[in-house]
T-cell receptor
Framework: DAGITQSPRYKITETGRQVTLMCHQT?????MFWYRQDLGHGLRLIYY???????DKGEVPDGYVVSRSKTENFPLTLESATRSQTSVYFC??????????????FGPGTRLTVL | RKEVEQDPGPFNVPEGATVAFNCTYS??????FFWYRQDCRKEPKLLMS???SGNEDGRFTAQLNRASQYISLLIRDSKLSDSATYLC?????????????FGAGTQVVVTP
């Protein structure tokens, strides 16, 4: 399917476990982003990537790791999950066109619960 | 102070009425502006881009006021299906790598 997909859609894990959230886009967009959304905070940027093998920290990167070996994939790993990482995680992508950035397209989200 | 701020609402609007709300941004160099709609914590979906001269898409009108650093969204003839959270998004500058700054959202509830 064309677009941006995330897996799993729902995940329950325990404190201390490693969890990887997957994001895949079929548009070959250069730029990809991971957000978390919590009540009262809106969308907060965790990590972003401008191209394969180029990643950088966003607003709330602690406890997360990303990689981008292929343009279409941008996995997010929680190395040792904590209860505070219970959230809804959105992946997004965009492209630079005509010197300006287009809108970001979002995946359907992963609802993560850490017990 | 947050870089992008929105009134969280809720704005309770009778069906058929008009509702308008703003989003303020702190970075005067901000270049691109968007309104997104989000339903029940599903993914945000683009509602419309906001152009310097203002733009309209059906019942929705977006305006940009650079002098006062805010964007606005007006919804005319509100429908029950317009009930959602509206997020504004700002790209703060040319070197931002496409990173958006999002407001926390304004909730709109359209009532029969």
């Amino acid at each position: 399917d064309a677009g941006i997909t995330q897996s799993p859609r729902y995940k329950i894990t325990e404190t201390g476990r490693q969890v990887t959230l997957m994001c895949h886009q079929t548009w070959s967009h250069s730029y990809m982003f991971w957000y978390r959304q919590d009540l009262g905070h809106g969308l907060r940027l965790i990590y972003y990537s401008a191209a394969a093998d180029i990643t950088d920290k966003g607003e709330v990167p602690d406890g997360y790791v990303v990689s981008r070996s292929k343009t279409e994939n941008f996995p997010l790993t929680l190395e040792s999950a904590t209860r505070s990482q219970t959230s809804v995680y959105f992946c997004a992508s965009t492209e630079l066109a005509g010197g300006s950035y287009n809108e970001q397209f979002f995946g359907p989200g992963t609802r993560l619960t850490v017990l | 102070r947050k870089e992008v701020e929105q009134d969280p609402g809720p704005f309770n609007v009778p069906e058929g009425a008009t509702v308008a709300f703003n989003c303020t941004y702190s970075n005067s160099a901000s270049q691109s502006f968007f309104w997104y709609r989000q339903d029940c914590r599903k993914e945000p979906k683009l509602l419309m881009s906001v152009y310097s001269s203002g733009n309209e898409d059906g019942r929705f009108t977006a305006q940009l006021n650079r002098a006062s650093q805010y964007i606005s969204l007006l919804i005319r003839d509100s429908k029950l299906s317009d009930s959602a959270t509206y997020l504004c998004a700002v790209i703060p500058g040319a070197d931002s790598w496409g990173k958006f700054q999002f407001g926390a959202g304004t909730q709109v509830v359209v009532t029969p």
